[in-house]
Every structure is written in C-alpha cells, then in structure tokens.
Nanobody, 122 residues
Framework: QVQLVESGGGLVQPGGSLALSCAAS??????????LDWYRQPPGKQRELVAS???????NYAESVKGRFTISRDNAKHTGYLQMSSLKVEDTAVYYC??????????????WGQGIQVTVSS
C-alpha cells in the first residue's frame, strides 16, 4: 500500500548542506506520522541510527551529528526530513528513513526508504 521514497542526496563538499526527504507514495488513508527515524550506513560499516523523532515530537540525535542535523516531519505532506549542515567526510553513507504511519482505521504501518547516497568529498 505504502512505499517511502527518499530524495535529496548527492555530492557535497565538506561544510556544505543537504536536505533529505522521505515521502509516502500514497496518502489517502494516512493520518499522520507516528515516528520517524533516519539511519545511515557508511561504506564497510554497520548501519547506525542518526536521528529519531518520537510520537510526541521529541528528538534524539547521534552524538556525531548533534548540532549539525535536524530531523523534522510534515504530517500534511506525509513526509519526513533530515536537514544536514556542516557536513563532514565522515557523514558519507547511504541514508535510510524509517517511518511509522497511523491510518484512519488506527492501524499502523512501518516501512523503509530505498536508501539514498550522501557523499561528502572535496
């Protein structure tokens, strides 16, 4: 029923900024986003949780990105975001979103974006 489509990745120089989006492919029965999480997997490394947005809007960030990344959501657009600033080479990774939606029948669905490459290089 629902797919998550990520966009906004690409190549950026150190110190630059990128904004990632994670949008639901359908929206007719979605009420809002329950939770939003962004993960990343650097080359040759394990996937790690970068940022989380909870039911109540609370946020948590990995120490490595704290102060540089901002997680947010737009319930009307059924879209989650990750604004990344002051990017470092170490931020290079494939980024994945995970969203739990709540539907009009009070059912929930959890899914993953396809992954999008962010490359920080001079």
């Amino acid at each position: 029923q629902v797919q998550l489509v990520e966009s906004g990745g690409g190549l950026v120089q150190p110190g630059g900024s990128l904004a990632l989006s994670c949008a639901a492919s359908t929206s007719g029965n979605i009420v809002n986003i329950n939770t939003l999480d962004w993960y990343r997997q650097p080359p040759g490394k394990q996937r790690e949780l970068v940022a989380s947005l909870g039911y109540d809007g609370s946020t948590n960030y990995a120490e490595s990105v704290k102060g540089r990344f901002t997680i947010s959501r737009d319930n009307a657009k059924h879209t989650g975001y990750l604004q990344m600033s002051s990017l470092k080479v170490e931020d290079t990774a494939v980024y994945y979103c995970n969203i739990e939606f709540r539907f009009r029948d009070d059912m929930t669905w959890n899914g993953w974006g396809q992954g999008i490459q962010v490359t920080v290089s001079s």
